[in-house]
């Protein structure tokens, strides 16, 4: 205080002149890397979003169905009172909604949800495994799509929507397939079995031309290698996303899965990327699910 007054200075002075020096003092040291440059900070949890969804028909209280919001489906419990068709309420968006692509969000990582020879889990009759066993390319493209590949099974990209041809360019590439085998089926020898059980050509029959063997064996073995080209990129995909290691073989798991048993392979695979408890499965539809179109959509509030 004595200080201060002999000086003509307002008390505390001094102190803000030392605490202003200190605050440049520390600017510096923070500049040259003696301090830590800032405080970091970790985002907080925030309340479930909600959305608004349309009632598809007037529904009583406790009815449930399903609904959509950016790919992401789950289940909506018809609040009390009913809804009339059409009205939109408010409904939590749970956190742990299924996608419709990208894979089962739910699914287990670091191992197979189940084992390669679990195709019989949902029945004899399930629409996966009559794919798998009657048209593995199809349930392939359904797995592809949820995964957002292309026909190639390539990545088709964040922004991309080429996944959602997926579907329609592998079907068309099987109808293309049988097509041309079944025309070129006329000019091929016939077969028979004699009573040993020896196969037995018709030798009074017209012999195919060289061109038709040509064409028959071409066909053949290029739509086995896309099959089985593609079947490996699919479920390599499936094991980079859910962190699966080889368990078998090696590096050549994908290669040797597909090649000795493709079909339990690409079935093992939709179980993986659907959960079936939960979503029925379909037989022609782009992901083996009920397309979008069945569900309601959701927007948020």
Known sequence: KKLADRRKLPIGTKILSAAHSWTQEKRRNMSAGKYDTMATA??????????EVQAPATLSA?????????GRVFKVEVPPGGVKEGQRFAVSLPPDAAPLVGGDARAPKYQ???????????????PSLLNACFCPQLLMAQVATRMKLD?????????SEEYRNTFCKVATLVVFYYLIRTALAPFKPDV???????VVEDEDGPDAPLWVQIV????????????????????RSIREKYSIQPQRCGACEDCCAVFWCGCCTVAQMARHTADYNERRAVCCSSTGLPDTPELQPAMIV
Not at 151 to 159: I, T, V
Not at 192 to 198: A, L, M, R, W
Request: glycine fraction near 12%; hydrophobic fraction near 40%; aromatic fraction near 16%.
């Open 62 to 70: 406790g009815y449930t169905f399903d609904a959509s919001y950016e």
């Open 216 to 235: 028959d064996n071409a066909v053949g073995t290029a739509f086995g290698l896309y099959t089985l080209i593609v079947m490996i990129k699919v479920r």
């Open 42 to 51: 970790a985002p907080v949890a925030t309340a479930t979003p909600l959305v």
């Open 192 to 198: 028979d079995f004699d009573e040993e059980g020896n």
């Open 112 to 126: 197979w949800k189940d084992g390669m020879c679990d195709c019989f889990r949902f029945g004899c009759f399930h």
């Open 151 to 159: 026909w190639l099974g390539r990545s088709a990209g964040p922004e």
